[in-house]
């Protein structure tokens, strides 16, 4: 299958790259909010987005995520023979594919596209479970083997996840599954990753991936793979090694407003995710940013009058105007930095949005440059 590398070099750049267009749905927490729910629901069941990544829980599930009520972005893949169609959130915080199936009597999996095995000819069952770690709850189920079609890629024996019961959160989602794209050894039960097995059958003239989240809304956003887009960014791509090969996770010097430091004092660790919609960071820094830029809570008219906050990674200042951290909405403004509980920092879709993303398996670095 090497020869789509040879074929690349032989053509346009442009006709080498897989793009899946991306779609910004309603998160559950939108539709919470408009149901009137989200008070009640964020009680009971408390939002900590950075617990996918809590070793302690990582070393019971293989593969933590979180009820992150934020997700947003989706795309179309297909699974099986003829096709069956799903919407996933492409997530560079997770390993696994899994969509819900026929097997699944929860209330989550009723509203959702679901996975029937008997219609598919290319399929494989297996003895294997899953189980992945929400913070509401859990997703289990069992592994199989399919052919799993993405951006036109056709990816044969694809191992992924069939859901049998799924988080009450997950009702609320207008994506149907999650599509991982970090490492691994992060991965449920051992299963090969989507982009892993892609690389492994040379399907990819690269071995890389890019996301362009667009900031209009719903349009324009897209997931490159084996490739990059030169027309979804300005400037050079800074290249960021990793400090660790499990999520994208690289190392930050500090942030600052105005030249003032005012969270990350020392250095910290992020980590780039397009399974979390909000910058997410330590109490307390988190705190001191909102109170910099005039609160969690802002008024909509003084957005352009609010300050850029400055994440400087491997010496490179990356800020972000207010127009990239202020979410407005129809019940008010507010920005986009969450409390995560812990020392680590998530780099959500609100710096994706500013930042070409670029994830480079080859040198384990990731890239950003200056989205258009």
């Known amino acids: 299958m090497k020869w789509v590398i040879v074929l690349c070099a032989m053509v346009a750049l442009s006709e080498c790259l897989h793009k899946i267009p991306l779609i910004r749905g309603k998160t559950a927490r939108e539709n919470l909010e408009e149901q009137g729910l989200w008070e009640e629901y964020s009680k009971k069941y408390p939002y900590n987005p950075t617990i996918k990544f809590d070793p302690m829980i990582a070393a019971v599930t293989n593969e933590p995520m979180t009820n992150d009520a934020d997700l947003a972005y989706f795309g179309v893949i297909s699974i099986g023979t003829p096709p069956q169609s799903f919407k996933v959130v492409f997530d560079t915080g997770s390993s696994n594919l899994w969509v819900p199936s026929i097997y699944c009597n929860s209330a989550a999996c009723g509203n959702h596209q679901r996975f029937n095995p008997s219609q598919s000819s290319t399929y494989r069952s297996t003895s294997q479970t899953l189980s992945i770690q929400y913070g509401t709850g859990s997703m289990t189920g069992i592994l199989a083997y399919d052919t799993v079609t993405v951006a036109g890629i056709v990816d044969t024996n694809q191992i992924f996840g069939l859901s049998e019961s799924e988080a009450n959160f997950m009702y609320y989602m207008e994506a149907d599954g999650i599509l991982g794209l970090a490492f691994p050894s992060i991965a449920s039960s051992g299963a090969t990753p989507v ?16 996301i362009y989240l667009s900031g209009n809304g719903q349009a324009g956003s897209v997931l490159t793979l084996g490739g990059i887009d030169p027309s979804y960014y300005s400037g050079q791509i800074n290249w960021i090694p990793l400090s660790s090969e499990t999520y994208w996770q690289i190392s930050m010097d500090k942030v600052t407003i105005n030249g003032n430091l005012v969270a990350c004092s020392g250095g910290c660790q992020a980590i780039v995710d397009s399974g979390t919609s909000l910058v997410v960071g330590p109490n307390s820094d988190i705190s001191n940013i909102n109170a910099w830029v005039g609160g969690a809570q802002v008024n909509c008219n003084n957005i352009g009058n609010m300050p850029s906050v400055v994440f400087t ?4 200042d990356f800020p972000l105007p207010s127009s990239a951290y202020v979410f407005q909405r129809s019940s008010g403004c507010s920005t986009g930095f969450g409390n995560g509980g812990s020392q680590l920092w998530i780099l959500g879709d609100v710096f994706i949005r500013e930042y070409y993303s670029v994830f480079d398996r080859s040198n384990n670095m990731v890239g950003l440059a200056q989205a258009v």
Do not use: E, K, R, Y
């Not at 059958?201 to 991936?209: A, H, I, K, R």
């Not at 990674?313 to 490179?316: A, E, H, M, R, V």
């Open 313 to 316: 990674i491997n010496g490179i």
């Open 195 to 210: 982009f892993d097995n892609m690389m492994n059958q040379g399907l990819v003239s690269q071995d890389l991936f890019s």
